[in-house]
């Protein structure tokens, strides 16, 4: 599939640029068999086939496309932080199964099989790829559950790190914990559609802002707690991340948001939160 089309399908806001950069920095999970560039001939037969835009020319594209196999959209699914990335993995991997249904199909009929024999033949197969498509898309939900963190951002990149700010979010399946001495609507407009209990301890915030948002919401309590320097993400008191930047300025500056494994840094982190309550 074409670098255009997912960018379409994952709705990323700056195009193939967002799924280039992904892959990017993700080089080591995406080998030639799961990701190249058409070359020039390749991509000349493409234009031919589908009417796409011409190379260098006014209102075409500027560079030969990327395209990713089967393998290479399911591994896609797990660097790419939209929030419809894996569902449409997902959606993806069926239409691969179906089209192999329909190869397999054809060949069986054209070949002459016994038509009882050719369905017996492809219920096991559905059957068995049923299977498979379900594991592939646990598979794909662990994978960006567990992935861990470790993500530089430069300056002007507010979407992506918003985007990503996201994707920990949804990792939390009851509680989470933010600790960030400067809260403003910024960080609340990302947490208004989180389903999940979330402690903010800070220093200071908007008060205004905060007072409208719990006329609204009631997901959110906010902790006065002047003991803290840095900004921390606790999800479900087992997971910890460390952000350079506060929360409110994301992508303004030069920054990186890691995964803390240390689980003695976890604990002692979360002991102080209860002593200094």
């Known amino acids: 599939m074409l670098d255009s089309d997912l ?27 799961f990701y190249f ?22 209102g075409g594209i500027r560079k030969l496309p990327h395209v990713f196999t089967e393998q290479g959209v ?11 990335a894996a569902e449409i993995s997902v959606k993806i991997m069926r239409a691969f199964v179906a089209m192999r249904h329909y190869i397999m199909n054809s060949t069986l009929v054209n070949n002459n099989y016994n038509y009882n024999d050719l369905l017996i033949n492809m219920d096991n197969r559905i059957s068995d790829n049923s299977n498979k498509i379900k594991l592939i898309e646990n598979t794909l939900y662990e994978m960006n559950k567990k992935e861990k963190v470790n993500t530089l951002f430069f300056e002007g990149q507010i979407y992506d790190a918003y985007s990503l700010l996201r994707n920990i979010f949804d990792k939390a399946s009851k509680e989470i914990i933010i600790i960030d001495n ?5 960080l609340l407009d990302v947490l208004k559609d989180t389903n ?14 905060y007072l409208k948002y719990k006329k609204e919401y009631s997901n959110v ?31 303004s500056k030069c920054f990186a948001i890691n995964e803390i494994e240390d689980k003695e840094i976890l604990n002692i982190l979360l002991n102080h939160i209860e002593r200094t309550n």
């Open 37 to 58: 560039q058409l070359e020039l001939l390749e991509y000349e037969n493409l234009k031919f086939q589908n009417g796409t835009s011409s190379l260098n020319t006014y």
């Open 74 to 84: 399911a591994m896609l699914a797990t660097v790419i932080h939209t929030s419809v």
């Open 7 to 33: 960018a379409r399908l994952y709705e990323c806001k700056n195009g193939t640029k967002d799924i280039n950069k992904a892959v990017k920095r993700n080089l080591d999970k995406f080998p030639i068999d």
């Open 196 to 209: 999940k209990k979330i402690n903010i301890y800070t220093n200071k915030y908007n008060n205004e802002d």
């Open 182 to 186: 400067y809260i403003d609507r910024h």
């Open 221 to 251: 309590k906010l902790i006065i707690n002047n003991n803290f320097h840095d900004r921390f993400i606790i999800l479900d008191k087992s997971i910890l991340y460390h952000s350079g930047a506060s929360f409110k300025d994301l992508g």
